[in-house]
C-alpha cells in the first residue's frame, strides 16, 4: 500500500528485490556446433543448460542424451552427429560451484538411502 511518502520506499525495495535476483543467477546464450559431424566441446561457466534454437537440419538433429548433453564434471556443453544449436545457459554467481551442489545431493540421496533402509528393517520385524 505505496501511498505519497512510502512510494520511494516501495520503489527502493522493488529495485533491490530486481538486483538480488540477477545478482544470484545469470543466464546467457552459446552457440556450439559440430563440424563435419565431429563431436565438440563448448565451455560455459555451469548449468544447467537447455536447447534454445537448433541451427542444423536434418539429419544433423539435436536431441538431447543422443547428439547433445551436458557434462557436469567439465561445465562443457558437448554437440555430436551434426548438432548445431544455440543453448541457454544457466549458472550461479558469488561463489557457489557445482561441486557444492553435487555433494548436498548425494548427502540427500544418503539419508533418503538410510531412511529406505530404516523401513525395511521396521517392516521385515
Do not use: K
Not at 520503489?11 to 563440424?35: D, H, R
Not at 557445482?98 to 538411502?113: A, F, V
Amino acid at each position: 500500500m505505496c501511498i505519497m511518502r512510502p512510494i520511494t520506499a516501495c520503489a527502493v525495495a522493488a529495485v533491490a528485490t530486481l538486483v538480488t535476483g540477477t545478482v544470484a543467477a545469470q543466464a546467457m546464450t552459446v552457440t556450439c556446433e559440430s563440424i563435419n559431424y565431429r563431436e565438440q566441446q563448448c565451455s560455459v561457466p555451469g548449468g544447467p543448460v537447455a536447447l534454445v534454437r537448433q541451427l542444423s537440419t536434418p539429419p544433423g538433429d539435436c536431441i538431447e542424451g543422443r547428439t547433445w548433453g551436458f557434462d557436469r564434471n567439465s561445465n562443457s556443453i558437448w554437440v555430436a552427429n551434426g548438432c548445431r544449436a544455440e543453448f541457454r545457459v544457466a549458472y550461479r554467481d558469488r561463489g557457489y560451484s557445482d561441486r557444492g551442489y553435487r555433494d548436498r545431493e548425494y548427502r540427500d540421496h544418503e539419508y533418503r538411502d538410510h531412511e529406505y533402509r530404516d523401513y525395511d528393517r521396521r517392516d521385515r520385524y
